[in-house]
């Protein structure tokens, strides 16, 4: 029981220190990251000096998690299943690319704007947990289809 309370107090203190970062930054404000991605018209290059501080503290933070070989608060860490770039992971980078390029949000930001009550970021979460539950359900569907197409098959 301690154990889940100390990792539910790490994830709960790691949540509120990105989220103070993502306000820091300004990346909850869809302007200024719309204003980042405008290369072509007012481009605003500051969000790129966000991203390089966070690679600056993520690369080697990966490192040394991997030189770990499992979490300090035990358990294992949870990586892909496998490390293809398919069609699956392609639509959904696409999906968000285009989502961040027309809102300014993405979902991270969007999820620590709600503490200021913003209206948009509202309906992007909205829009967005719906998206997660379709996809959920559409991939259970697929899923029961191809198991029921392979017992199909082997009789």
Known sequence: ?????????????????FGVGLVVSQMIDPGKVLAFLDVAGRWDPSLALVMAGALAVAVPGFWLA????????????DTPATPAIDAELLVGAAIFGIGWG???FCPGPAIASLAFA????????????A???????????????????KRASAT
């Not at 029981?1 to 220190?17: D, H, I, K, Q, S």
């Not at 913003?118 to 947990?129: C, I, Q, T, Y």
């Open 1 to 17: 029981m301690r154990a889940l309370a100390l990792g539910l107090a790490a994830a709960f203190g790691a949540g509120v220190l």
């Open 66 to 77: 991997q030189a770990r070989g499992a979490p300090a608060l035990g358990g294992r860490f």
């Open 131 to 149: 998206g997660a539950w379709l996809y959920h359900a559409g991939r259970s569907r697929r899923e029961s289809a191809r198991s029921d197409e």
């Open 102 to 104: 027309l809102v300014g």
């Open 118 to 129: 913003r209206p948009e970021s509202l309906v992007f979460v909205l829009a967005m947990l």
